[in-house]
């Protein structure tokens, strides 16, 4: 009651976060130790992400039970609001698939593209982003 109340005024007085600024549950599935998955919870932390991280060694089942094809796979898997994203995907391009409400499994940037979010190196071109649904492969962003 007391969190209705606190949003009602909140919302009266104007200053309710929008999408881009709420707070967003996930949880992060990746092998212990893998620094550039720290790097990358790290950044999803500076945008507003709750990030729960769970050391999995048996990334493959998770990756399997959330139907992520091998030539999608990221080197660690993030659940959030019943999406699953694979990889170093950027947090402005998951704030995208939520506002969206795509009706997808998830999305994916397969592999460890240097210069995305948590990896090192220099971004060399856009990063694309595909869709992890029936029609696997659709693009669904660039960035």
Do not use: W
């Amino acid at each position: 009651m007391l969190r209705l109340a606190l949003a009602l005024i909140l919302f009266a007085a104007g200053t309710v976060p929008s999408l881009a600024e709420a707070q967003v549950r996930a949880t992060m599935y990746k092998r212990p130790y893998c620094g550039c998955c720290e790097g990358h919870a790290d950044h999803l932390r500076a945008n507003g992400f709750d990030l729960t991280v769970v050391e999995a060694d048996n990334l493959p089942a998770i990756k399997k039970k959330y139907r992520v094809p091998p030539e999608f796979e990221g080197c660690h898997t993030l659940v959030v609001d019943g999406y699953v994203v694979e990889g170093h995907v950027p947090a402005t391009v998951i704030r995208k698939l939520l506002k969206e409400r795509t009706a997808i499994r998830g999305i994916s940037l397969p592999g460890m593209p240097e210069g995305s979010p948590g990896m090192g190196g220099k971004k060399s071109g856009p990063f694309v982003i595909y869709e992890l649904s029936d029609k696997t492969g659709a693009v669904f962003a660039t960035e």
